[in-house]
């Protein structure tokens, strides 16, 4: 997907100037927020149920999540709090 795909489905959202890529296990997220650089902003292990929190306080727009066991949930949550999510191949 390509960055004028994202913008576009992000449409009537402001896009901040952060993505966060993570990797979703059971029992913690890794979370690495970069910006549209490329460059590390923050990274952290967090527990699941802090993650959302972790997101808004970073001013996040777009999710980018390692399809997993876990994902269907996740891209629900996310995508319920207005974030444009992408499902990645684990590869």
């Not at 966060?20 to 292990?45: I, P, Y």
């Not at 972790?54 to 949550?77: D, K, Q």
């Amino acid at each position: 997907m390509g960055l004028g795909l994202i913008l576009k489905a992000a449409q009537g959202n402001v896009m901040s100037c952060f993505v966060c890529g993570l990797d979703v296990h059971r029992r913690f997220c890794e979370a690495t927020v970069v910006d549209w650089f490329g460059s590390v902003v923050e990274s952290r292990r967090l527990p699941g149920d802090e993650l959302y929190l972790f997101l808004s306080s970073m001013n996040v727009s777009l999710v980018v999540v390692e399809s997993s066991s876990y994902v269907y949930l996740m891209y629900s949550r996310l995508g319920g709090m207005g974030l444009v999510v992408i499902v990645a191949h684990p590869r």
